[in-house]
């Protein structure tokens, strides 16, 4: 059995999962999530706890087990707390601004970059104009829009300036070290 597969999932209260066919419908107090799942999983809600089943030992079912109690877990933790994830822009004159509901980022370029928001994502910027803040209740669309923002000025690897995820770390490459040493051209 999947390690991950077996586990439960605890369904805290104000939470209702309907199962149509092959459709999953999770509703919670941030909103709903709706998914289609493999038709082959079996799914069976007991005393407040969800619990996903294969049919067989094939490798693809094997692989689908697990994936299947990830995305449900990953679901029921959305309407019921949502997900977030967090930016910082670096460098000197780099900052991002709110406008409704999107931003905008000033981050190098001679011009700005507005973003606006998928359905069911907002966003958020900080006090002092560096730091942003993703959220929704899907953790795929918030990770997927957070990269996305991200990729319009990924970090530079010689000063670390850009757009990097909260507590990434840039490994700086050394830069010249050839142009301190002789300071001429050989005769």
Request: aromatic share 4%; charged share 30%; proline share 6%.
């Amino acid at each position: 059995m999947s390690r991950i597969g077996r586990m439960p999932i605890t369904v805290p209260p104000g939470v209702t999962i309907a199962v149509k066919d092959s459709e999953v419908s999770v509703k919670g107090p941030k909103g709903e999530l709706k998914r289609l799942i493999s038709p082959d999983m079996n799914l069976t809600l007991e005393d407040g706890k969800l619990m996903v089943a294969r049919p067989s030992e094939e490798k693809t079912m094997r692989a689908m087990h697990g994936l299947t109690r990830t995305l449900l877990a990953n679901m029921v933790e959305g309407v019921t707390n949502g997900f977030e994830r967090n930016l910082e822009v670096v460098g000197v004159g780099f900052r991002v601004e709110k406008d409704g509901p999107g931003i905008v980022l000033r981050v190098g370029f001679t011009h700005s970059v507005s973003v606006k928001p998928r359905p069911g994502i907002a966003f958020e910027v900080d006090a002092k104009n560096v730091g942003i803040k993703v959220t929704g209740i899907d953790k795929e669309i918030v990770g997927q829009t957070a990269a996305e923002i991200r990729r319009i000025r990924p970090p530079d690897s010689y000063k670390g300036k850009g757009i990097r995820f909260s507590g990434e770390t840039i490994k700086l490459k050394a830069g010249k070290a050839g142009k301190a040493v002789g300071g001429g051209k050989a005769k």
